[in-house]
């Protein structure tokens, strides 16, 4: 009898040949930790990438050069799916850049596709990306020849890439999705089943159609694919990050170094522990004379390095209260809550006449009127020392000098009054999201918990809730003119942020790739040369000088010290 791929699996982790894949955590050391937070904005990445290079050892830098000008794609095609905010493509735009600066060689990068289903969000990608080539309205038509391309609005040939970034779908894995803990959502990359399972082999299958020249992939998604699937209290089956490095060994010969990255190891104040999957094709690694324990010792070397700063402080990413993103939000908020008090004249006296397109009459919703509803929102007040029948909703001078807070619910100021908020405003700088349900509301101090497409921050020094655009900073994606970002609703901001990678950890994961598959390409270079009649080198440096110390922040080296470099 034949078995399927899913029950080999369940096969191999019954016998107890599967052991399940433990991601590992970077360590900074003291030095990195202690570094100060770089400047952030449209060149925040760059910098970082800088940064990255400069805690490189000699031997990972000549390696990477002669890998870049030798032995690399180029330009290195790159392909992303489920593509949002497209955050790889800003990555390796910001990697060739640096890149250039470090070692006055030039990276090229050629973006071949992007994917998304979305039709907000493919308009946001052609807006923001006028020269994207290709952007497939569904990742799972790539195994085929053809698929439908929005930008031309034709079928086009599916192409190949020499990387892929991809963010399949946390959504049946979230906790914060109420069926996630069922067998079957913690079985869908087993099964290929559900979103998040169906859009993982999607991937697989293109690449086995299309990815002969693909060297590495990454992928990100929540911690809560470690966990098992139970049953009856036990453990009924392998855990989807498990079965999904097993997937891309077994099905398409990829090792994979799983990282779990949290956004405050570069620096940015945002709770976000996320699985990070950096797979290389066997061969690749065999072409550096890498076995996969090796890979994975390269791999983890690099990242515990280029892990570590100090954190900034929230206020360094939000926008100054004169921006116009700002204003614009408040008078917004202000007109929506006129309405939904039934007051239309209000509403349109403040919209100065004319009220915008979008707007709707009322959107307040009844209060629930079921037993379990009342009795938690009964006891979550006993249980505070708060009196329920006392309004939490500040008076209307407060709104007035604050009109953020017209974008708050009943509901919402009942959260922050239970979450201990008294003051509009607070002098502390606490953040509490406020769309979790009553009484769940998770509180940060000079920082965020994990933006999500559809969570609402309230910042109780600034009065308001977070805006779009600043979730989209706190992912480290900085766009050369936020107001270019004043043509998307807030909601959409919102949820592309939610959905999106963190730049910083992006950057880092795309970097350890770099460095796995160099490694020792220097060597392998000096040894070509060494060859009668073999083809010279083409970026013109010789090794002088070989360590494996490892660099700090502030060290600089003169490359024509370390390499002989002759003015490439």
């Known amino acids: 009898m034949q078995h399927t791929q899913a029950n ?68 290195l ?96 894995a979230s906790r914060l999705c109420n069926s996630s803990s069922s067998v079957t959502n913690r079985s869908c990359i087993k099964d290929g089943s559900l979103r998040t399972g169906s859009v993982f082999k999607s991937i697989i299958r293109w690449v086995k159609r299309h990815g002969s020249e693909t060297q590495f992939i990454v992928l990100e998604n929540v911690q809560a694919l470690v966990t098992p699937p139970r049953a009856g209290g036990q453990v009924v089956g392998p855990d989807n990050l498990t079965v999904a490095v097993r997937m891309l060994s077994d099905e398409i010969g990829f090792f994979t170094k799983v990282f779990l990255l949290d956004p405050r190891l570069f620096g940015v104040p945002q709770s976000r522990s996320r699985l990070w999957l950096c797979a290389f094709r066997r061969s690749a690694l065999e072409n550096s004379g890498l076995t996969d324990d090796m890979a994975a010792e390269v791999a983890s070397s690099v990242m515990g390095r280029l892990a570590g700063s100090k954190v900034h402080d929230l206020q360094d990413y939000l926008l100054d209260a004169c921006h116009p993103l700002i204003a614009a939000r408040h008078s917004d908020a202000e007109i929506q809550a006129l309405l939904n008090d039934g007051d239309e004249t209000g509403a349109t006296v403040a919209a100065h ?122 992912q480290s994606l900085f766009f050369a003119d936020d107001r270019a970002l004043k043509q998307f609703s807030n909601g959409l901001l919102n949820d592309l942020a939610g959905n999106a990678f963190e730049a910083s950890c992006c950057a880092a994961s795309a970097l350890v790739c770099c460095l796995v598959l160099s490694h020792g390409a220097a060597a392998r270079q000096l040894a070509r040369a060494s060859i009668p009649g073999s083809p010279t080198s083409s970026i013109g440096y010789t090794v002088t000088s070989r360590t494996s110390a490892p660099h700090s922040d502030t060290e600089s080296d003169d490359l024509a010290d370390v390499w002989g470099f002759w003015g490439v």
């Open 8 to 75: 080999d699996l369940q096969i191999l982790w019954s016998s107890g040949d599967l052991p399940a894949v433990i991601p590992e955590v970077p360590q900074p050391c003291g030095e990195h930790r202690a570094a100060e937070p770089l400047d952030i904005g449209p060149g925040y990445l760059e910098s970082l990438f800088a940064r990255f290079f400069a805690r490189l050892s000699l031997d990972e830098k000549a390696d990477l050069q002669a890998w870049a000008c030798n032995e690399a794609q180029q330009p």
């Open 77 to 172: 095609r790159l392909a992303s799916v489920c593509s949002g905010t497209d955050c790889p493509v800003l990555v390796w735009e910001a990697f060739a850049s640096s890149f250039k600066d470090a070692f006055k060689q030039e990276f090229k990068v050629e973006h071949v596709f992007s994917a998304e289903k979305m039709p907000r969000k493919q308009d946001f990608l052609l807006r923001m990306y006028p020269g994207m080539p290709i952007l497939f309205a569904d990742c799972l038509e790539l195994s085929g020849d053809v698929a439908w391309d929005v930008k031309s609005e034709r079928q086009v040939l599916v192409p190949e890439a020499g990387c892929l970034f991809g963010g399949f779908p946390c959504t049946d």
């Open 353 to 474: 006449g004319v009220l915008p397109l979008g707007h709707r009459t009322s959107t307040k919703r009844k209060a629930s009127s079921s037993p379990s509803w009342l009795n938690k929102h009964l006891k979550l007040y006993s249980e505070s020392g708060k009196d329920w029948w006392r309004d939490a909703i500040p008076d209307a001078g407060t709104f007035k000098c604050f009109p953020g807070l017209y974008a708050l619910t009943e509901r919402e100021f009942e959260t922050l009054a239970l979450s201990g908020v008294a003051d509009f405003p607070e002098k502390c700088d606490r953040t509490i999201d406020v769309s979790q349900s009553i009484g769940r509301g998770s509180i940060s101090v000079n920082g965020v918990q994990a933006i999500t497409p559809s969570g609402r921050k309230y910042l109780t020094k600034h009065c308001r809730i977070l805006l779009g655009v600043e979730s989209l900073r706190l």
